[in-house]
């Protein structure tokens, strides 16, 4: 008789530890990443305070947009087109590849260069309603050339699964940045900020293709007309994965130029504020789903069982992780706009306790996201977003007018909410998907608890918000320790760690 490899239980584990292992591997990437970018922020928070702050960041998605709009999605595309010729193991194939990617990279991009340079003007004056800022962006315009080569070395690499010189890069990357980014500020004021978006790009570059030296990767030589005739392909599917993320910058840039338009760069400047703050606890999640939960999901799309349980399980697992930070994040709100930025952003407290609830949506919603692309269905989810964009940029529009700033920010919870009905009526149709009773429990308290601590921030002090948050923070801490440990199973040293400690063991099971 022959024995099955593992039972269903031993299974369900290890899928577990799958997600957890992955997130956390990810995850100290993104944390050196992390406090190299807070660093970069205090700095520049101090050299030129929220009007500064708010113009870097409306530059920096500008810069951003136009790698999408003439990038036509060929390095998202190219990760595959790479991927696949490197595992048929055909030197030739995957050389002809990686030379229309570079080809792509930089013809799109000194395109991109030429077009956003000569409207410089015409963009200042659209953004923020004066052509004062067009020699800055004109400056800024070779940022996009250099930016698309960067961005199709990291797309070779990640093809050829070449993880850790990817995380050197990164990590090398944003060293360079902060310091380039710094220097010039604190040269030039806020004429440096240009200047620095420039010397960022390169000093990337630079990092990018000195780790490619040492890479053995296939070289050929083929002519740029036949690398153009490959393009097609990377251009066709390109168009297709970047739609989405178009729309999503498209909606954060016309946000940024709405509030610099009604308010100012100085009310732009504690937006950023409020909304880097939050996203950054829960980044290194959402960024370990794209990698790892994404491939594994469209492995199973077939099966509507087991895509749905693996829906679960993420979900299970990514607010069980997220959860403490976020609470978190809300206890010490004050004391973490003053620390990672300066006493000028106070007002971006109110606005963080807002963006932490549709941060708790955000994670709540966010596997669910890629059930239409594991299912293949790109239309559906280009005009799902569509819908869920168009949708969030009404409600900032009218939520602004109505309350201000805060109503910007309350209008991030708002898309959120909408955004899981969406998808949760798209998902339903398209597998079955339904909450495991697990989720759901976990949905209900960690949406009441958060709702409870966000009112009552509202109500007391800062101090005694502080105290109340921080407490409810280590119970639920250690509430998710348990379910996590009971999930990972005995042998995992997270549960060996917890039976260490008899007060550890029992409560809040």
């Given at each position: 008789m022959i024995r099955p490899s593992s039972t269903p239980v031993e299974h369900t584990r290890k899928s577990y530890q799958?997600?957890?292992?992955?997130?956390?591997?990810?995850?100290?990437?993104?944390?050196?990443?992390?406090v190299i970018?807070?660093?970069?922020?205090?700095?520049l928070a101090v050299l030129i305070g929220p009007v500064g702050v708010g113009l870097i960041g409306t530059y920096d998605v500008l810069v951003q947009m136009a790698i999408y709009v003439f990038g036509m999605g060929v390095q998202a595309s190219g990760v595959r087109q790479v991927a696949i010729a490197n595992s048929q193991q055909d030197p030739d194939r995957t050389a002809r590849t990686i030379a229309t990617l570079r080809c792509l990279s930089w013809s799109l991009g000194l395109f991109g260069t030429v077009v956003v340079g000569a409207s410089a003007w015409a963009i200042s004056r659209l953004t923020f309603k004066d052509p004062g800022h067009g020699r800055d962006i004109l400056i800024l315009s070779p940022a996009i050339l250099l930016t698309s080569i960067y961005a199709?070395?990291?797309?070779?690499?990640?093809?050829?699964?070449?993880i850790a010189d990817l995380a050197k890069i990164t990590v090398l990357s944003a060293i360079g940045q902060a310091v380039s980014v710094v220097a010039f500020v604190y040269m030039l004021g806020e004429r440096g900020i240009a200047f620095s978006f420039v010397a960022s790009g390169g000093f990337s570059l630079l990092i990018c293709r000195w780790v490619m030296k040492g890479t053995a990767l296939p070289k050929a030589a083929p002519t740029w007309a036949s690398s153009m005739g490959e393009?097609?392909?990377?251009?066709?599917?390109?168009?297709?994965l970047t739609n989405a993320l178009l729309l999503s910058t498209l909606v954060a840039y016309a946000v940024r130029s709405l509030i610099a338009r009604n308010l100012g760069l100085e009310a732009v400047g504690i937006y950023l504020c409020a909304y880097g703050l939050s996203g950054k606890f829960i980044?290194?999640?959402?960024?370990?789903?794209?990698?790892?939960?994404?491939?594994?999901?469209?492995?199973?799309?077939?099966?509507?069982?087991?895509?749905?349980?693996?829906?679960n399980q993420q979900t299970e697992i990514v607010l069980l992780m997220a959860m403490p930070g976020l609470l978190a994040t809300l206890a010490f709100a004050p004391w973490l706009v003053r620390l990672f930025y300066s006493g000028a952003f106070d007002g971006a407290t109110v606005l963080l306790r807002w963006f932490i609830l549709g941060c708790l949506v955000r994670v709540i919603y966010a596997p669910i996201a890629f059930v239409q692309l594991a299912k293949g269905r790109s239309l559906l989810y280009f005009v799902s977003e569509a819908v869920i964009s168009l949708s969030?940029?009404?409600?900032?529009?009218?939520?602004?007018?109505?309350f201000g700033l805060r109503g910007a920010a309350a209008s991030y919870l708002v898309a959120n909410l909408?955004?899981?009905?969406?998808?949760?009526?798209?998902?339903?149709?398209?597998?079955?998907?339904?909450?495991?009773?697990?989720?759901?429990?976990?949905?209900?308290?960690?949406?009441?608890?958060?709702?409870?601590?966000?009112?009552?921030s509202f109500v007391l002090s800062d101090i005694q918000t502080a105290l109340v948050c921080a407490v409810v923070?280590?119970?639920?801490?250690?509430?998710?320790?348990r379910q996590l440990a009971d999930r990972l199973g005995p042998d995992h040293r997270m549960s060996r760690f917890l039976a260490r400690f008899a007060f550890l063991s029992g409560p809040l099971q």
């Open positions: 799958g997600i957890l292992k992955s997130a956390a591997l990810l995850g100290s990437a993104r944390v050196m990443t992390l970018g807070l660093a970069r922020v205090k700095a199709g070395g990291l797309a070779i690499l990640q093809g050829c699964q070449r393009s097609g392909t990377f251009i066709k599917l390109g168009l297709s980044g290194f999640l959402l960024d370990a789903m794209q990698t790892d939960f994404y491939p594994r999901l469209s492995a199973v799309a077939h099966d509507h069982e087991d895509l749905n349980r693996l829906v969030s940029l009404a409600a900032t529009f009218v939520l602004l007018k109505a909408f955004q899981t009905i969406v998808l949760l009526a798209i998902s339903r149709r398209l597998t079955g998907f339904k909450w495991s009773s697990h989720a759901v429990r976990f949905l209900l308290i960690f949406v009441s608890i958060s709702t409870v601590c966000v009112l009552v923070a280590a119970a639920v801490s250690l509430y998710c320790m």
